[in-house]
């Protein structure tokens, strides 16, 4: 690729497919040609995130919100010294907002210039979550895409959309299901998933569970 060329089309960028996991693939294959980034480190880095870091993290978090009025309190307050106390403010986690769902208010989280997440606490951003469709569409019809999702919300609730940022990402705290008096963390835990905490699903009803079984 000439360096001189003045053509905007003529940029690294512009050869690589438009599909979200084929550019980074496409960029992995680069990089590692260019002796820029070792593959087995990679392969490191997502494994931690994927089975040590990811959303189980955040499901604990919500758990004991829902069971701890106090925590909960804390965590909607200044979400970043509750989770620095746990050891889940790292990196892609400096800085946390907590938002709640209620009956009049659902929370959608969206990055509208690329995919800031919050590693920490959700692990490795999805697919869909990075991809141009999704980025856009949120912020200009969230009912449509929630919809697609399978979220029907009653049209008395409102609809708030949040912009992650590499300053600030936010975290969905989801509404507790009914019938889950009485439960333990762990049963609790097990009701979150990683879509309710960006708002793209709602929590797992406790028959959803029995169904699973």
Request: hydrophobic content about 40%; overall charge negative; aromatic content about 6%.
């Amino acid at each position: 690729m000439p360096h001189d060329s003045h053509d905007p089309l003529d940029h690294p960028h512009s050869h690589l497919p438009s599909d979200p996991a084929l550019r980074v693939k496409a960029l992995e294959t680069i990089l590692t040609q260019k002796g820029l980034i070792d593959p087995a480190a990679l392969d490191e880095i997502i494994d931690t995130y994927e089975t040590k870091i990811g959303p189980q993290n955040g499901a604990s978090v919500v758990a004991r919100a829902w069971h701890d009025p106090s925590f909960r309190a804390a965590l909607l307050e200044d979400a970043d010294p509750v989770l620095a106390a746990l050891h889940l403010n790292g990196r892609q986690g400096e800085h946390v907002v907590v938002v709640e769902n209620t009956p009049e208010r659902h929370n959608m989280v969206v990055c509208t210039l690329c995919s800031c997440y919050p590693w920490p606490l959700l692990g490795i951003p999805p697919g869909w979550y990075k991809s141009d469709a999704y980025r856009s569409r949120a912020v200009r019809e969230p009912r449509k895409v929630l919809a697609e999702f399978g979220v029907i919300l009653p049209a008395e609730t409102a609809v708030r959309v949040w912009d992650s940022t590499a300053e600030v990402r936010y975290l969905v705290l989801p509404m507790r299901p009914e019938g889950t008096e009485g439960w333990s963390l762990e049963q609790l835990q097990r009701l979150v998933s990683r879509d309710s905490m960006i708002g793209t699903a709602l929590a797992r009803r406790p028959e959803d569970l029995d169904a699973a079984l």
